[in-house]
């Protein structure tokens, strides 16, 4: 679980599935909610997940980051 950070591109292949890539969202205890590119939601465990090489190949600070004004 170390080795991913929310907000990194990741892949795996659930059962009857092609391999499906998405971005980290969040931690939880035993599982990492990963937001597929298909605009699914998916728990899944940390060991099933490997680095996407479109995480490795993007550059650092490439992200759109759009801040919301505070009330």
């Known amino acids: ?10 892949a795996f292949q659930p059962d009857g599935h092609p391999v499906l890539t998405g971005i980290i969202s969040k931690y939880n205890r035993k599982t990492v909610t990963v937001i597929a590119t298909n605009g699914q939601q998916w728990n899944v465990s940390p060991s099933l997940l490997h680095k996407s090489e479109s995480s490795a190949a993007a550059a650092p600070g490439s992200a ?3 801040t919301m ?3």
């Open 1 to 10: 679980m170390l080795d991913f950070s929310i907000g990194e591109t990741v």
């Open 64 to 66: 759109q980051v759009i």
């Open 69 to 71: 004004p505070r009330k």
